[in-house]
């Protein structure tokens, strides 16, 4: 396991963060996101589709659970599934909405709130815990797990 921290002080910094965890994740396609409510989770997928070159603007899925999106990276196209599962309540929903399908792609999947999923995550594998601190700074630290 590989780990590395970064502390964000402003919203400017999440680009250079976004292509900081590309970066350090390598050929990992599989991210999952920790941290409270408002921690900004859905800010940071945004940038990392941002480094992806997706066009279409980038929004929560928590009602949808699952947005998709087209990109680019290294000017090969890019797949990327991003997913909400706060409002899940069991292993089973997650599984009927195709999780394991995605999980097994060679597409990028941002996932969100991932807890009930936790025994069936791949390796390899980039986990992203974001910490609230004071002045609205973060620690954002980044595993990853591979086989």
Request: with cysteine.
């Amino acid at each position: 396991m590989k780990v590395t921290d970064f502390n964000i002080t402003s919203i400017f910094d999440y680009t250079d963060l976004a292509q900081d965890i590309l970066s350090f994740a390598g050929e990992t396609k599989t991210f999952v996101f920790l941290g409270n409510l408002g921690a900004g989770k859905t800010t940071l997928v945004q940038h990392l589709c941002q480094t992806l070159n997706v066009k279409d603007p980038v929004n929560s899925p928590t009602f949808s659970i699952i947005n998709n999106y087209q990109g680019n990276k290294g000017g090969k196209p890019v797949s990327i599934h991003h997913l909400d599962l706060y409002r899940l309540e069991s292993l089973e929903e997650v599984l009927d909405i195709g999780i394991e399908e995605l999980l097994e792609s060679d597409d990028y999947v941002f996932i969100e709130w991932p807890e009930l999923i936790e025994q069936i995550l791949p390796e390899p594998l980039c986990v992203i815990k974001i910490q609230h601190l004071e002045n609205n700074h973060r620690l954002v630290t980044c595993r990853l797990f591979e086989n």
